[in-house]
Structures are given as C-alpha cells and as structure tokens.
Nanobody, 127 residues
C-alpha cells in the first residue's frame, strides 16, 4: 500500500522559514516524481514544486528563489524548504506521487497527474 505522510507544518511569522517533509512507503521511491501542492480555503489546489526521478526540480513562479525541493532516497523522504515566507503562502500543503513513471514532467503542476496523496499539513504565515 502506497502511503505518503507529511510533517513540518506550523505557524510562522512573515519572513520566517519552515521545512516540510514527505515520507513515502509502498513503492520504489526513486522511480517516481514527488510533488508538493497547496490549497487555501476557497481556492483550487495548486502545484508548488516537484522533483522527478532524475532529480530535476520544478517550481511555481511565485516561490522560485524562496522554496527548495530535495529528496533523501535513503530515507524515502522529500523535503520542501521554505524561506522568506509570506502570508499568501498560508495553505494546507500536500505531497503527492503518480502511479507511473513520467517520460516528461511537463505537467508536474497538474494535480490530475498524481494518484497518491498524503493527508496534508497546515502552514500558516502571520503578518
């Protein structure tokens, strides 16, 4: 059974930092992309970042230079390091994985490209 478990969310002041973790089990971690998404109340779920099986990384324009995605294959864990957080980053953050190998990550930001989802973790940035 595929499982994704997020941790690391919390309350932080604007300008602060958080590191989210996504620990995966039940599949061959290195063969698949892992993405981070977020959803604010009343908003659609949007792709924040993704790392594919080659280690290539992708980012939402508004987080470039502030967020960094990385993975530790030995721990089956993907991290999202978030710096210079803004109130508009406040959302529920989810990690997700597809159920197939991607030939291309061109649609990394599309939630419909992912099949497995974690339960999410709340990130709240106060002004």
């Amino acid at each position: 059974e595929v499982q994704l478990v997020e941790s690391g969310g919390g309350l932080v002041q604007a300008g602060g930092s958080l590191r989210l973790s996504c620990t995966a089990s039940g599949f061959t971690f290195d063969n698949y992309a892992i993405g981070w998404f977020r959803q604010a109340p009343g908003e659609d779920r949007e792709g924040v970042s993704s790392i594919d099986s080659n280690g290539d990384t992708y980012y939402l324009e508004s987080v470039k230079g502030r967020f960094t995605i990385s993975k530790d294959s030995a721990k089956n864990t993907v991290y999202l390091q978030m710096h210079s957080l803004k109130p508009e980053d406040t959302a529920f953050y989810y990690c997700a994985a597809p159920d197939r190998y991607w030939q291309t990550a061109i649609l990394w930001f599309d939630k419909d490209e992912y099949d497995y989802w974690g339960q999410g973790t709340q990130v709240t940035v106060s002004s």
